[in-house]
Each structure stands twice: as structure tokens, then as C-alpha cells.
């Protein structure tokens, strides 16, 4: 039987593990975009890369929208996410009504925490595997993906009802749908694909909010500053660290687990960074220099509710959430006010 996957926001993450998964023997990977549809529906994704070469990936199906997707009939054993989370400006698990079926797992690869919840409240018998991934890709024009050298995906299935209670029969099924798309991806050609349990792949997310947390926020309000400068400057540097340790020392807390010990500290991480030498800015920047709205909610806020509700602060990360979201919602007004 054909494996029929689902891309759901064929940008350059998408786009990329697209192509790797449609390498696979007897799996069709169909795709839905957006602006770049005329381009990928003429021509396919042209994928260039030292790890992999220069290929074309041609999908099964191009669909300009999710009703065309609905219209196909299709039956989905996996579709994969990979839009912005902005749960302040629409929910995006609206976009797979009708397209969900009974034996359907939906892959999450996005930032941020708490981006699982929707999909779960909206499909609650469907398996929801959340994946966190470092992947080095940019779509330098529609239908163009350009893969540099990181290719790093961990995929957990996602069973909240474990943080406070015993397993469900379910369980296994959804361990077993995580475990299948793992083996795609690794049969595929992505070598650094894990599938972790529910408890490891949350930390995950809560060790990429640590970086993502501390570098997003400060690239905005430092004027655009890129990684490699925040971390060679000694105040920025502190200040880094100091968001970076907050939320290291919280999550264990909230998750009840500690991190495995394999996982980068903070002094790791930001050596790492300081030989960052290409200029790259995180994505927050560049959305903010766009005029884009900001994934603020999942990658600050989230965090911050969470672990509140759990009875404990994160006085750095909170002065960051306050400042950046009063910032973006003045120039919101802004537009509106210039529209009139």
C-alpha cells in the first residue's frame, strides 16, 4: 500500500523534508502552497545541496488550497505542518478540517511551545506527532530551496495526559505512527531523524526555546543585530545567557524531568554561535524588518503562561513577551490608522 503524505505549508522547511520523503520507495508526498503555487505546479521544487546534490522534486498532487485538497478525496496517512504557529492571528488547525481521516497522524514541525494544543482539541482521536527540527534551508525564490548542512529532526509523540496521569490504550498506536514517519525520514536520506517519547521531545522544545527565546527577541530590540555579534558583545552576551539559563532552570520544574545530559549547555550554545560568522538573524528579525507579525505567543508567551500556571516566573523572559508585543501591536494600529 501507498504511503500518501500531506505538506501543509510548502515553504523551505516543508519543501525540503518533501523532497527527502518523496525519495522513498511507495510514498506520495503531495503538497499545499501558497504564493509560490504557479511556479511548483510548472516546475516542481528545484532543491540544491552539498549533503544531498542538486535534484527536482516533482509532487504527486500541487494544490493551490486545502479545499482542493478536500476535493481530491485522498486518503492521508501523514500530513505534515510546517506553517509559522501565530495563534494570535488565526488557528491554523482550521486549514486540515475535512482533510483528517481515521487513519491520518498529523506531524507538527514547528517553533515554539504549546503548538501542539489545537490540533489536539480539533482532532482528538487523530495521533499528533510533534517534531522539532535545525535545518539549514531557505526558498531564495518560489519553488527554489536552497539545504546548507544542518538536517536535525527529533520527533516525540504527543501524550500530554503523561505529565500527570498513566498511559492510555491509544498509546501505542501513536508511538508506532511517530516510530513509521522516523523510519521514512531516515530512509529518505535524513540521518539525524530520533524518534523520542513524549517526555524528551518536550524538553526538546523547551531547550530550542531557550535559544529562540533569548536570540529572537533580542535581535528586534537590539535594531537587527545578527547571532554571531549578540554573542561576541560581553553585555549581550550576559543578557543571552541570563534568558537562556531562566529557561533551562524552569523547564525541568514545569516537566517534572531533568535534561538528559546530552543536551548543550548554555556556555555550549553560545560558543556555538559566536563562530557564526555569515550574518544570518533569526527569523523574528527578519519578520519584524518585513513588517510581519512576530511568533510571539509560542515562542514567549506560551512559555511564560505555562510555566505560571505551574507557580513559577520568568521575570526575563516576561519583560521581553511585554516589551516586544506592546511594540507589535502599536505598529498593528499604526497600519490600521494609515489605511483610514
Known amino acids: 500500500m501507498p504511503v500518501n503524505v500531506l505538506i501543509v505549508g510548502a515553504g523551505a522547511v516543508g519543501a525540503f523534508y518533501a523532497s527527502r520523503l518523496a525519495q522513498v520507495p511507495n510514498v506520495h508526498v503531495s503538497v499545499i502552497c501558497r504564493s509560490n503555487y504557479a511556479a511548483v505546479a510548472a516546475s516542481g521544487f528545484a532543491v540544491t545541496s552539498p549533503q544531498y546534490g542538486d535534484y527536482t522534486f516533482t509532487p504527486t498532487h500541487t494544490f493551490a488550497n486545502p479545499d482542493e485538497a478536500r476535493r481530491s478525496n485522498i486518503s492521508w496517512d501523514y500530513i505534515l505542518v510546517s506553517t509559522k504557529a501565530l ?31 489545537p490540533y489536539a482539541k480539533r482532532f482528538p482521536k487523530a495521533t499528533i506527532c510533534s517534531a522539532v527540527t535545525i535545518v539549514s534551508a531557505a526558498q531564495t525564490s518560489h519553488g527554489k530551496i536552497k539545504h546548507n548542512r544542518w538536517t536535525r529532526i527529533n520527533v516525540g509523540p504527543y501524550l500530554p495526559h503523561l505529565d500527570t496521569g498513566d498511559t492510555k490504550a491509544s ?7 511517530n516510530d513509521k514517519f522516523v523510519e521514512l525520514l531516515k530512509e529518505g536520506g535524513v540521518k539525524d531523524a530520533d524518534a523520542y517519547d ?32 549578540m554573542a561576541l558583545d560581553d553585555e549581550l552576551y550576559r543578557h543571552l545567557k541570563g534568558v537562556m539559563d531562566e529557561v533551562l532552570s524552569t523547564a525541568p520544574k514545569v516537566l517534572g524531568k531533568p535534561f538528559p545530559k546530552e543536551f548543550a549547555t548554555t556556555e555550549q550554545l553560545l ?28 515562542i514567549l508567551g506560551n512559555p511564560i503562561r505555562v510555566a505560571r500556571e505551574r507557580g513559577f516566573e520568568m521575570p526575563r523572559m516576561q519583560s521581553l513577551y511585554a516589551l516586544l508585543r506592546m511594540a507589535q501591536e502599536n505598529r498593528e494600529k499604526l497600519k490600521l490608522q494609515s489605511k483610514i
Do not use: F
Open 87 to 117: 495563534p494570535d492571528v488565526s488557528n491554523d488547525s482550521e486549514i486540515l478540517e475535512g482533510l483528517v481521516g481515521d487513519n491520518t497522524a498529523i506531524v507538527l514541525v514547528q517553533n515554539g511551545l504549546g503548538v501542539e494544543a
Open 171 to 177: 498509546d501505542a498506536e501513536a508511538i508506532a505512527r
Open 198 to 229: 513524549h517526555a524528551k521531545l518536550q524538553l526538546v522544545r523547551w531547550h530550542k526555546i531557550a535559544i529562540n527565546a533569548s536570540m529572537n527577541p533580542s535581535s528586534v530590540l537590539s535594531g537587527g543585530t545578527p547571532n554571531g555579534a
Open 271 to 298: 560558543r556555538s554561535t559566536q563562530k557564526n560568522t555569515s550574518g544570518s538573524k533569526p527569523s523574528m528579525a527578519l519578520d519584524w524588518e518585513q513588517g510581519k507579525r512576530m511568533e510571539l505567543e509560542v
